[in-house]
């Protein structure tokens, strides 16, 4: 009998329009991830979704079609722990990508080294039940103890376990970057609760940066947003960005996992950009200063 495969899902958009946006020169898309390609780097017997192949040439062929310089390469959930597809991108790059990657917290101060020398500069928690098993969060404070000089945890959680969260987050003892500003609820606007009780993580510790980023996952029509063009994100995220500008990094989230059924076009995605920074110097800060600090401090 034929075992059973899933379909393999496409969630990204096969001709994406040139944004009216140029990024200025130095721009890092400091969100994006790579699938593969499945062949060489197979994905997690745990994944919780199964894409088409979106290897490190789709990827750098769309940030020079963006008008990006750079990118960050995140670890998704698909690949698990074993981080042989983002380290590929890295290296593949020619200086241009740094990486964040998801790892067992067993993993030994050798190995953390080796991604070091890879290119990666922090871990990721996610929190999301629809991608990972477990979360334990005693493991991931110890793991957090240990990292190598420079790095950085990732956080990915959505906004209803933000309260939750504060312990373990306030016990971290490395900086913070918080994946899509902890996903509130952009119908709530720029004063609701969630944007209140995220600002009330910032405003807790001066070493959180966040991702401007995920328009269309937060505004989308799905979740009962508004979907392209995206006008309660700008809303609510334009003020965030003003408030922190020193602390906010932005990506494109390609290539945009499990987003099939509302699937963004890239250039759109860009031009989002001068709706929450609307001046030269907060986008210098967006997508330059505040990602090189994080990326390239070295
Ligand atoms: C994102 C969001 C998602 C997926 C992942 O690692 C992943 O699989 O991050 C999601 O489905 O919300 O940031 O890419």
Excluded at 33 to 52: C, Q
Excluded at 251 to 269: A, K, S, V
Aim: hydrophobic share 40%; aromatic share 8%.
């Amino acid at each position: 009998m034929e075992p059973f495969l899933p379909d393999r899902i496409v969630s990204w958009h096969a001709n994406p329009s040139k944004p009216r946006f140029v990024p200025p020169p130095g721009a890092v898309d400091a969100h994006c991830h790579v699938f593969g390609p499945a062949a060489e780097f197979p994905f997690s017997a745990r994944a919780k979704y199964l894409p088409e192949d979106a290897g490190p040439d789709m990827l750098f062929a769309l940030r020079d079609h963006l008008g990006f310089s750079r990118n960050v390469v995140v670890q998704a959930s698909c690949h698990g722990t074993e981080n042989s597809a983002t380290l590929n991108a890295i290296a593949k790059s020619n200086g241009k990508a740094r990486g964040v990657a998801m790892v067992d917290p067993s993993i030994s101060a050798e190995e953390l080294q080796a991604l070091h020398a890879g290119g990666i500069r922090g871990i990721r928690f996610n929190f999301l039940k629809r991608l990972v098993d477990n979360a334990p969060k005693d493991k991931f404070l110890e793991v957090a103890g240990r990292l190598p000089a420079g790095w950085h945890v990732v956080i990915y959680f959505e906004a209803d376990i933000l309260e939750e969260l504060r312990p373990f987050l306030d016990a971290i003892p490395v900086p913070l970057v918080i994946d899509h500003m902890g996903r509130p609820d952009m119908t709530q606007g720029p004063d609701g609760p969630d944007m209140r009780a995220f600002r009330a993580l910032l405003d807790s510790r001066s070493d959180i940066d966040f991702k401007a980023t995920c328009p269309d996952r937060l505004d989308a029509i799905k979740v009962g947003g508004l979907g392209d063009p995206w006008d309660n994100f700008a809303r609510s995220v334009a003020p965030l960005v003003a408030d922190y500008p020193d602390r906010c990094i932005w990506g494109t989230d390609w290539p945009h996992p499990n987003m099939q059924d509302e699937i963004p076009d890239d250039g759109h995605i860009v031009d989002m950009i001068p709706r929450v920074a609307p001046t030269a110097e907060l986008q210098h800060k967006l997508l330059v200063a505040n990602p090189e600090r994080l990326y390239w401090s070295d």
